[in-house]
């Protein structure tokens, strides 16, 4: 599989809320950067790239503007598997596709994605890797997870160029 880097217009650095870290024995989670606390195990939507404009969901949704959450309705992504050391699920990857404002019915095109969360530390995984295929070519993501200290306190998806699909 060749790798290329998925480039996604319009890529920020954006966080979610922290939530508690993952006692003993329990799964870790993956931030989500949706709602609060943003960390969830086997979460249906995972917004990955920050400024709204990539977010793992499934082929079930229709996306649409809300005046209250942003964007909404991604569907739900399918974790297949979901242990203490990794997770592995397959969805759609929903790419803003348009930043005019006559494209409302049309901001997000859905491909087909696959994903795989690993390295976790103090319960949350911290390395998430996307596959996603775009006129039949596969293309890696590959994204790590920082923690933003205080006064901000929340977790923020960055790239990353080292990972496993």
């Not at 070519?137 to 960055?158: F, H, L, N, T």
């Amino acid at each position: 599989m060749r790798r290329v880097a998925l480039v996604v217009a319009g890529l920020s650095a954006a966080g979610v809320l922290v939530g508690t870290a993952a006692g003993s024995g329990e799964l870790p989670r993956l931030p989500t950067q949706i709602g609060s606390p943003g960390l969830a195990v086997r979460p249906p939507v995972v917004s990955f790239t920050g400024g709204s404009s990539g977010f793992l969901g499934g082929f079930d949704g229709a996306p649409r503007a809300s005046s209250k959450v942003g964007w909404n309705n991604f569907g739900h992504f399918t974790w297949s598997s979901w242990t203490a050391r990794d997770a592995r699920g397959s969805g759609a990857a929903w790419l803003r596709t348009c930043w005019r404002p006559g494209c409302a019915k049309h901001w997000f095109t859905p491909y087909h994605a696959t994903a795989h969360a690993s390295r976790p530390v103090h319960g949350h995984f911290t390395r998430l890797a996307i596959v996603v295929t775009i006129d039949g070519r596969q293309m890696v993501d590959c994204r790590s997870v920082a923690y933003i200290g205080p006064p901000e306190s929340y977790y923020s998806y960055g790239s990353s160029f080292h990972c496993r699909p």
